[in-house]
Nanobody, 118 residues
Framework: QVQLVESGGGLVQAGGSLRLSCAASGSIFSINAMGWYRQAPGKQRELVATITTGSTNYADSVKGRFTISRDNAKNTVYLQMNDLKPEDTAVYYC?????????????WGQGTQVTVSS
């Protein structure tokens, strides 16, 4: 099993910044991806950004404003969010995807609220 503990959400004015952190523990495979997803009220959960050992991937809506990074020694992933907009308001969920050949195993954090006021 994998445990994910998120922190860093909160209330910020438009144009401000927040940094989310997610620490993973437990059975973490050597090949994995970590990432952030978000879910706004009445909407489906959507990808924000993911990171593997060699690459990052961002939703078009956050490119140039958000930066994902990871500290492999600490099994921690970060999401630096700059120039926040009201439409970024959502619950942000950390994800770890263990990968073993063709099989994948997804784990989720409890979510952290990000609210951007206009």
């Amino acid at each position: 099993q994998v445990q994910l503990v998120e922190s860093g959400g909160g209330l910020v004015q438009a144009g401000g910044s927040l940094r989310l952190s997610c620490a993973a523990s437990g059975s973490i495979f050597s090949i994995n991806a970590m990432g952030w997803y978000r879910q706004a009220p009445g909407k489906q959960r959507e990808l924000v950004a993911t990171i593997t050992t060699g690459s990052t991937n961002y939703a078009d809506s956050v490119k140039g404003r958000f930066t994902i990074s990871r500290d492999n020694a600490k099994n921690t992933v970060y999401l630096q969010m700059n120039d926040l907009k009201p439409e970024d308001t959502a619950v942000y969920y950390c994800n770890l995807r263990n990968m073993h050949y063709a099989r994948t195993f997804d784990y989720w954090g409890q979510g952290t609220q990000v609210t951007v006021s206009s």
